[in-house]
Nanobody, 111 residues
Framework: QVQLVESGGGLVQAGGSLRLSCAAS????????MGWYRQAPGNQREPVATITSGGNTNYADSVKGRFTISRDNAKKTVYLQMNSLKPEDTSVYYC?????WGQGTQVTVSS
């Protein structure tokens, strides 16, 4: 059974940084596209950053220049480095590897 275990969320002041991690127990990790998504209360889940198996990345306009997605195929882990955090980044963040979703981790940015 595939499991995605997320970590790294928490409470941070505006301007601060957090790094989210998502460890996946999936045999085809290196060939899977993956990404980070977020969902705030009352809103739809939206993509934040994605990375292909070849390492090509894409970011939502709202996070460009502040967030960086990366992957470590040897550790079967995908990361989201979040810098210069803003209160509007407050949300539950979900990782997705292939067709599988993590359980979500809360990120709260105080002003």
């Amino acid at each position: 059974q595939v499991q995605l275990v997320e970590s790294g969320g928490g409470l941070v002041q505006a301007g601060g940084s957090l790094r989210l991690s998502c460890a996946a127990s999936i045999s085809i990790f290196s060939r899977s596209p993956m990404g980070w998504y977020r969902q705030a209360p009352g809103n739809q889940r939206e993509p934040v950053a994605t990375i292909t198996s070849g390492g090509n990345t894409n970011y939502a306009d709202s996070v460009k220049g502040r967030f960086t997605i990366s992957r470590d195929n040897a550790k079967k882990t995908v990361y989201l480095q979040m810098n210069s955090l803003k209160p509007e980044d407050t949300s539950v963040y979900y990782c997705k590897v292939g067709f599988y979703w993590g359980q979500g981790t809360q990120v709260t940015v105080s002003s």
